[in-house]
């Protein structure tokens, strides 16, 4: 069985300070791993993932993520907060074959002007 | 290229009664899914099509949901009759292959609330 961990339900930054969304994972088999943005009254909208290539991941609207087997974390990062980050994040994982993606609780990032 | 297709956006319904939502995905994409999101909790996944046959359909409450996807494009997802505890945001979503590592594409999702 897999699983994600998201640490911290609110995340509150100022805007221009660094974002840190935290994700641990539980994973069998080599994990896929993946960020995903949902905007309010909105779906989900893939931000960036992790498929066993290069361990430090970029993705869209300035995120990255890094793959840390060792930690078995995933915490996706922004160097400057910007107002239209808002929004609520969730991390995912999935794995080799046909196994089913896996949400986490998710994180709501609120950016303080 | 559009996106992933849902209606309707927005549904109330009395506990008993019963309710349908209709998903179109990207065209060309092969995989199906149909998630349900409760309010604070992350997706999750009731089934899972290829093409018009059930990939997986473990956590799809058999007694009361039911979906199909004939002809391997549209599907319409069913609950009858309707529970409280169903009131969520049902999100479609689809990609071209089945695999851990495909990127699914998310619609818009219908909000269902049950009175």
């Known amino acids: 069985a897999q699983s994600v961990t998201q640490l911290g339900s609110h995340v509150s930054v100022s805007e221009g300070a660094l974002v840190l969304l935290r994700c641990n994972y539980s994973s069998s088999v080599p994990p896929y791993l993946f960020w995903y943005v949902q905007y309010p009254n909105q779906g989900l909208q893939l931000l960036l993932k992790?498929?066993?290539?290069?361990?430090l991941v970029k993705g869209i609207n300035g995120f990255e993520a890094e793959f840390k087997k060792s930690e078995t974390s995933f915490h996706l990062t922004k160097p400057s907060a910007h107002m239209s980050d808002a929004a609520e994040y969730f991390c995912?994982?999935?794995?080799?074959?046909?196994?089913?993606?896996?949400f986490g609780t998710g994180t709501r990032l609120t950016i303080i002007p | 290229e559009a996106g992933v297709a849902q209606s309707p956006r927005y549904k109330i319904i009395e506990k008993r009664q019963s309710v349908a939502f209709w998903c179109n995905p990207i065209?060309?994409?092969?995989?199906l899914y149909w998630y349900q999101q409760i309010l604070g909790q992350g997706p999750k996944l009731l089934i899972q099509?290829?093409?018009?046959?059930?990939?997986?359909d473990s956590q799809l409450p058999k007694d009361r949901f039911s979906a199909e996807r004939l002809k391997g494009v549209d599907s319409t997802l069913k609950i009858q009759p309707a529970k409280l505890e169903d009131s969520a945001v049902y999100l479609c979503?689809?990609?071209?292959?089945?695999?851990?590592?495909?990127?699914?594409?998310f619609g818009p999702g219908t909000r269902l609330l049950v009175l």
């Open positions: 979503a689809s990609s071209s292959e089945v695999g851990g590592w495909e990127t699914q594409y």
């Open positions: 065209s060309g994409h092969a995989t």
């Open positions: 099509f290829q093409n018009n046959g059930v990939v997986d």
């Open positions: 995912a994982v999935s794995g080799f074959g046909n196994e089913k993606l896996t």
């Open positions: 992790y498929t066993s290539a290069a361990t």
